[in-house]
């Protein structure tokens, strides 16, 4: 112990007040474990600070300067001005509101809160810098640890985040102005979504992406739907290209980027944003120590209860290797974790784990694709329905896209679903709740839906599988 630490114990310690530290730590504490919760900076982690939060706030106030500004078709006249300051105080606002709630959520759980970054000592202690100097440390010992120190943008040679004119997506969260011309390298789903925003806020937006298509990991037809809007909002796309560097000129910068053939492009734009992924914290707290080992990418392997190789030493949320890097799998590996410690007999099943990416329109999935469900031995049979024949669809003027729902010919279980369209973050659900309940395509289809609401489509597209469908022509 160096001069000036104070030893305390505790039964669980969290590292990370992150969607999958402070669930954590709040569901040790339901289970009545003297828990503490050890956070470097901000209550909420990336997801409400730097993330999923003012991501969505931004991409709110940009749909709606959007919608109002091309609603002639409707007989609607405006020409909406976008004070991007105000945006960002209220964007700030819900984010205030989310992190204080955090914050009292685990002081009314009875969670201890310590303010500081944590390195391990050994496996059953960690020495806790408190920021600022003259602050002073502390030791923690811990009978159960639970890691939850998330991840951090991947910065690429030649683009220096503390470049001014190179943003990271926490850069962009935080803008003030809109670029007049914005370079987005990256077409995956964060790239997208803020490229998307700043399309609607009135910027020349091209990006630049490495593959031949935008969002990898989600089939062609349901990416095809967001790039066919996103070109028609102008986004400039260019596929086979990486950025290799930028430059200044007397109007702006010049972004370059290179063919895999070597043929070099160059783009000028005023902000250049990288958004090529993000990579797990463990680098910085002597992992060693503990006697635990991260992979060559820095990711942590688990057992289904989220144990590291050290058994009472647990792993969640961006840190963990094989599960995607999302919020509402951070929080409820983060519960399985703590119950686990409680003695529960819990398990992480990833059978159905939803996945949203909030571009115009918005990606929904859940489950198996047709193909994951031929590779897993299945005869899969699909049913989709268009949103094009949604009443409801075309009376919000957002009738782009279709449900697929996807399930298994001999039982019926649904396996899984892809949706492209108006509000298919949170008609997902539905397929979600299905897959977990053992739902069949008939049970989808039998219950009943209300109208008029974009709901239907979801029952319709198990019609569709069923060859019962009255509003789509069935295959
Ligand atoms: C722009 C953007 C948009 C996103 N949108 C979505 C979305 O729409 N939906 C979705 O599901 N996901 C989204 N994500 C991903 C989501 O934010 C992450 O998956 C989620 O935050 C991971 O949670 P976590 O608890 O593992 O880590 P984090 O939220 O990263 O929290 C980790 C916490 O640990 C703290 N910490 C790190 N090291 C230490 C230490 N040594 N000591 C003490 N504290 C430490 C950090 O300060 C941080 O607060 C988005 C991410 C970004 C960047």
Same mark, same amino acid.
Not at 241 to 262: K, L, N
Not at 301 to 314: A, G, L, Q
Not at 444 to 451: F, P
């Given at each position: 112990m160096v001069v000036g630490d104070i030893a305390t114990g505790t039964e669980v310690l969290v590292i990370g007040a992150g969607p999958g530290g402070y669930v954590a730590a709040i569901r040790a504490a339901q289970n009545g474990l003297d828990t503490t919760l050890v956070e470097k900076d901000a209550y909420g982690g990336t997801c409400l600070n730097y993330g999923c939060i003012p991501s969505k706030a931004l991409i709110t106030g940009a749909d709606l300067a959007h919608e109002a500004g091309n609603a002639e078709e409707m007989g609607i006249h405006a020409d909406p001005v976008v004070d991007m300051s105000q945006l960002r105080d209220w964007k700030n606002g819900v984010v205030d509101q989310l992190t204080g709630g955090v914050?009292?959520?685990?002081?009314?759980? @009875? +969670?201890?809160? %310590?303010?500081? /970054?944590?390195?391990?000592?050994?496996?059953?202690? &960690?020495?806790?810098?408190?920021?600022?100097?003259?602050?002073?440390? !502390?030791?923690?010992?811990?009978?159960?640890?639970?890691?939850?120190?998330?991840?951090?943008?991947?910065?690429?040679?030649?683009?220096d985040f503390g470049d001014e004119p190179v943003w990271s997506s926490r850069d962009a969260l935080e803008a003030d102005t809109v670029p007049e011309r914005l370079v987005v390298v990256g077409g995956g789903y964060i790239g997208m979504e803020l490229s998307t925003t700043f399309a609607k806020l009135g910027a020349d937006v091209t990006v630049v992406e490495m593959l031949d298509d935008i969002l990898p990991g989600y089939e062609s037809d349901v990416a095809? $739907? +967001?790039?066919?809007?996103? #070109?028609?909002?102008?986004? *400039? =796309?260019?596929? @086979?290209?990486?950025?290799?560097?930028?430059?200044? #000129?007397?109007?702006?910068? =010049?972004?370059?980027?290179?063919?895999? *053939?070597?043929?070099?492009?160059?783009?000028?734009?005023?902000? $250049?944003?990288?958004? %090529?992924?993000?990579?797990?914290?463990t680098d910085t707290m002597d992992i060693e120590s503990a006697g635990l080992e991260a992979?060559?990418?820095?990711?942590?392997? +688990?057992?289904?209860?989220?144990? /590291?190789? &050290? !058994?009472?030493?647990?792993? $969640?949320?961006? $840190?963990?290797?094989?599960?995607? =890097?999302?919020a509402h799998v951070a929080s409820k590996e983060g519960i399985v974790a703590a119950e686990h410690i409680a003695g529960e007999p819990v398990a992480f099943d990833s059978q159905a784990v939803p996945a949203a990416v909030f571009t115009d329109p918005e990606i929904g999935t859940v489950g198996m694709t047709e193909a994951d469900a031929e590779e897993a031995g299945f005869t899969p049979v699909v049913g989709q329905m268009p949103f094009r024949a949604s009443g409801r669809a075309l009376t919000t003027n957002h009738a782009d896209g279709f449900v697929r729902v996807v399930a298994d010919e001999e039982s019926g279980f649904v396996l899984g679903a892809q949706i492209v369209g108006p509000e298919a973050s949170e008609l997902i659900a539905e397929l979600a709740f299905a897959?977990? =309940?053992?739902? /069949?395509?008939?049970? +989808?289809?039998?219950?009943?839906?209300?109208?008029? /609401?974009?709901?239907?489509a979801v029952m319709e597209a198990a019609e569709n599988a069923l060859g019962q469908a009255i509003h789509t022509l069935n295959r």
């Open positions: 914050e009292k959520l685990c002081k009314a759980n @009875g +969670v201890n809160l %310590v303010e500081g /970054t944590a390195r391990f000592k050994d496996e059953n202690a &960690v020495r806790i810098a408190h920021g600022g100097e003259g602050q002073g440390s !502390e030791t923690i010992e811990f009978e159960h640890c639970i890691i939850a120190t998330g991840s951090r943008v991947i910065q690429i040679p030649g683009f095809r $739907v +967001v790039r066919k809007r996103a #070109e028609d909002l102008g986004i *400039d =796309m260019h596929f @086979g290209e990486g950025a290799s560097g930028w430059r200044d #000129e007397d109007d702006g910068i =010049m972004v370059t980027t290179e063919t895999e *053939d070597g043929e070099e492009n160059e783009y000028r734009a005023d902000k $250049v944003l990288v958004a %090529v992924g993000r990579s797990p914290v992979d060559d990418r820095g990711f942590l392997s +688990v057992d289904e209860c989220r144990r /590291t190789d &050290v !058994e009472h030493i647990y792993a $969640v949320g961006d $840190v963990v290797e094989d599960t995607p =890097m999302l897959i977990e =309940m053992g739902a /069949t395509l008939e049970d +989808v289809a039998s219950t009943i839906h209300t109208h008029p /609401t974009l709901a239907e």
